[in-house]
């Protein structure tokens, strides 16, 4: 279940939306009040990015059962369902359910169109088998658990899943930016349904000084706007027209030129679009 959303309450308010986020809450003067109402729009937004999608963006395990295929090469052939693939944790092959062979930690390639190659071997068989496969997929989106000041070699962060060794990944803190790479000698912890913190090694010192609650992520930044367009159409007052984020000018962003309602479904075609690429095939 998504507990995170994928961009945070700081990025959103630091984003030029030019709606007002301390009142979401009325009568409520405490603005810890606001932003954990805001919180909650937001994650609801990347709950709804999620089911556009048919996946969870969020990196995550994947426990697979389903048929692949032995080919004349030696490889195991598997199509997974969640995409994209970031790493694979263990397989298992056989003719039969009950007849399995058990591979740990295979080494796994992933083609372009994601489907999954394990040398097994040369055998006497090929051809259909069954498949138990648990593997990581998604985009990495967490949060920093701890403070860190600039030169610091590492963070923490609350989930670690599908960070990877000598990946870039990005902290979106406001004022704060800046891409990481993870240090090559990072070894991952096997995939949990329950992620515990991990201190995350680095490849360089980070440039600035980060808070806890920063959220760090390898979401493509279109994918985190198309989170934040939905967000922004669920905060409009469609009979405002002075509160509309987008203006119908001829300076005025083209995803609301066309929209006659102005309440912001503009902006949720335009999210759709963004997210039509990353939504998986069924």
Known sequence: MLVT???????????????????????????????????????MASAWADNVCNQPLGAHRVDLGTRGRLDHEGNLIVYPSDRPVLSVAAVSYGLAPGRMSYIPTPAARVDKDQTIYIPVGRIAVHGRVWVDIT??????????????????????VADPTGILPGA?????????????????????????????????????????DHTA?????????????AVINYTVSQLMRPDTAAEDAYPDTSLSSGTRQEDSRKDGSGLVREAERILSSYARRM
């Open 5 to 43: 959303p994928y961009v945070t309450p700081a990025e959103f308010a630091a984003h030029p939306t030019y709606l007002d986020v301390e009142a979401l809450r009325p009568g409520i003067m405490d603005p810890n009040a606001q932003t954990a109402e805001l919180g909650n729009i937001l994650l």
């Open 135 to 156: 593997y990581t997929a998604g985009w990495v989106s967490t949060l920093l658990t701890e403070g860190a000041f600039a030169g610091a070699h590492s963070v923490t």
């Open 168 to 208: 870039t990944y990005r902290i979106w803190e406001p004022g704060a930016e800046e891409t990481i790479r993870v240090s090559t000698d990072w070894t991952p912890p096997p995939p949990e349904t329950a992620p515990a913190p991990a201190v995350i090694p680095l490849a360089a010192p980070v440039l600035r």
């Open 213 to 225: 609650g920063a959220g760090c992520s390898g979401m493509p930044a279109d994918m985190r706007l």
